[in-house]
């Protein structure tokens, strides 16, 4: 008699994988894929109240209310008109959104920036991009006004940090620019609410000047 055939099995086949979801449903509907975000899934809406919910300095600053990044946008844009009185309507706008990528990937402090590396930095620049032209403003400002914005960012944070997160004048200067003397600003951490209502009011507000 012949020997019996053993019957051979195939190998069990291993599941593919699903990839990885990249992109982020917003409140508007809109689905942005954030590896390679596109301006027509961005809205101004969407900005807002994200910003409005991100935390400056992590949540560590007084009072009753968390100091948002959207609060910080209107701050710095009024800093920015303050020290560049000639500046357009659109030049301003790309002050109140030089932050406005946070409404996706949040507020990180400078330090863990620095240690994200550059891999970070590319990600931000790509949703800022998409988030100018979106409403029409230069993929990428002139190096100049970029400057001048963080000039009037720098300044925000010496404000922020003397009189809401618990830094000294003295400790400030250490690790901030102090604003020049003529220049006075209050931080008045806003309710999530007030604070979405304050960034659309003068993103409509520029956003009319550069329509008209």
């Known amino acids: 008699m012949g020997a019996s055939k053993v019957p051979v099995r195939a190998p069990a086949r291993t599941p593919a994988k699903t990839p990885a979801r990249a992109w982020q449903r917003m409140l508007s509907g809109r689905r942005l894929d954030l590896l390679d975000p596109s301006p027509f899934d961005i809205e101004i809406e969407d900005i807002a109240r994200g910003l409005a919910r991100v935390a400056r300095w992590n949540g560590q600053t007084s009072g009753d209310h968390a100091f948002s990044v ?20 659109e030049d301003k706008l790309v002050a109140l959104l030089h932050d406005a990528a946070e409404y996706v990937i949040g507020d990180m ?7 994200l590396g550059f891999d970070y930095k590319d990600f931000e620049e790509n949703l800022e991009t998409a988030i100018h032209l979106r ?7 002139k190096t100049s006004l970029k400057k001048a914005i963080k000039r009037a960012d720098i300044y925000c944070a010496y404000f922020e940090a003397i009189q809401i997160a618990g830094f000294s004048k003295t400790e400030a200067d250490k690790f901030f620019t102090r604003p020049p003397g003529d220049i006075r600003i209050t931080i008045a951490p806003l309710p999530v609410v ?4 304050l960034f659309l009011k003068h993103f409509n507000a520029l956003n009319s000047e550069i329509s008209t």
Do not use: D, M, R
Not at 109 to 115: D, E, G, L, N
Not at 135 to 141: G, H, I, K, R
């Open 70 to 89: 959207a609060e910080h946008c209107v701050v710095v844009e009024q800093l920015f008109s303050i020290l560049n009185p000639k500046s357009s309507p």
């Open 109 to 115: 402090i400078s330090p863990f920036k620095a240690a």
């Open 135 to 141: 409403f029409s403003l230069p993929a990428y400002p």
């Open 194 to 197: 007030e604070a979405e209502a």
